[in-house]
């Protein structure tokens, strides 16, 4: 499934709500990103962890999804969350998740989240179960 073709599967979603931009969405590689604004920050004006992982659990779904054969789902069943470093109102953030596993029943999925000046913001791993495997 092409970037675009996901995308707007999440129209109108939260995903869409917050403004994460997909831009690359292949079995092995999937990419979105977002600029931090206001609305997306805790105090001291960054970004809140929240959205960050909600930025992650996209990316990560969105590639066990393009790895799922027609009338398969996927929720999310586990993430865990390292936060490194802030990323401040105005900075875009690049979420690039990446499979550890793809398995019949459940794939696992790490995220990095950086800077545009590759800073490590965030690192998540997550568990997606496969539905109607």
Request: proline share 3%; glycine share 10%; charged share 20%.
């Amino acid at each position: 499934m092409e970037a675009n073709e996901v995308q707007a599967l999440l129209k109108d979603l939260l995903p869409d709500h917050l403004g994460f931009q997909l831009t690359r969405t292949e079995p092995d590689h999937v990419e979105a990103h977002v600029t931090v604004r206001k609305e997306l920050c805790t105090g001291g004006d960054i970004m809140h962890g929240g959205a960050l992982m909600a930025l992650a659990d996209t990316v990560g779904a969105c590639g066990a999804l393009v790895n799922l054969e027609t009338n398969q789902g996927t929720t999310t069943l586990e993430s865990k969350t390292n936060f490194f470093s802030a990323a401040p109102i105005g900075e875009t953030v690049i979420a690039i998740s990446r499979p550890l596993h793809r398995g019949k029943r459940t794939q696992v999925w790490q995220t990095d989240i950086r800077t545009e000046t590759g800073k490590l913001v965030a690192q998540v791993t997550q568990t997606q179960m496969t539905l109607g495997a």
